[in-house]
C-alpha cells in the first residue's frame, strides 16, 4: 500500500507560480509512472501531467510550457512546478500512482486558489 501526500499549495495571483509536492510512504514509487490531476468546483477530475520511471514526461494542452513535473526517487517525492498560473488553474491538485493499468493510491490533495 502506497500512501501520498500533497503539498505547497495556496493562494497566489495569476502570473504568479506554486511548486507543489508529492511525497510517497509505505512503498517506493520509483518504477511507476506518477501522475497529478486536479478537480475544481463543480468539475470532474482532470488529468494535468505525469511521468514515468525513465523521467519522460505527458501534459495537458492547457498546461505545456506552464507546468513541469519531475521527481526526485531518493526522497520519494514527486513535483509539479507551476508557472504563468491562470485563474482557470484554480482546482484541487491531487497526485496517484498508475499501478496495474490505472491510477491508485490518491492522495488527498492540495487546494491550488489563484487569483486575478
Known amino acids: 500500500q502506497v500512501q501520498l501526500v500533497e503539498s505547497g499549495g495556496g493562494l497566489v495571483q495569476a502570473g504568479g507560480s506554486l511548486r507543489l509536492s508529492c511525497a510517497a510512504s509505505g512503498r517506493t514509487i520509483s518504477s511507476y509512472t506518477m501522475g497529478w490531476f486536479r478537480q475544481a468546483p463543480g468539475k470532474e477530475r482532470e488529468f494535468v501531467a505525469a511521468?514515468?520511471?525513465?523521467?519522460?514526461?505527458s501534459y495537458v494542452d492547457y498546461v505545456k510550457g506552464r507546468f513541469t513535473i519531475s521527481r526526485d526517487n531518493a526522497k520519494n517525492t514527486v513535483y509539479l512546478q507551476m508557472s504563468s498560473l491562470k485563474p482557470e488553474d484554480t482546482a484541487v491538485y491531487v497526485c496517484?500512482?498508475?499501478?496495474?493499468?490505472?491510477?491508485?493510491?490518491w492522495g488527498q490533495g492540495t487546494q491550488v486558489t489563484v487569483s486575478s
Open positions: 496517484a500512482v498508475h499501478y496495474r493499468n490505472e491510477y491508485r493510491y
Open positions: 511521468i514515468n520511471w525513465l523521467g519522460v514526461t
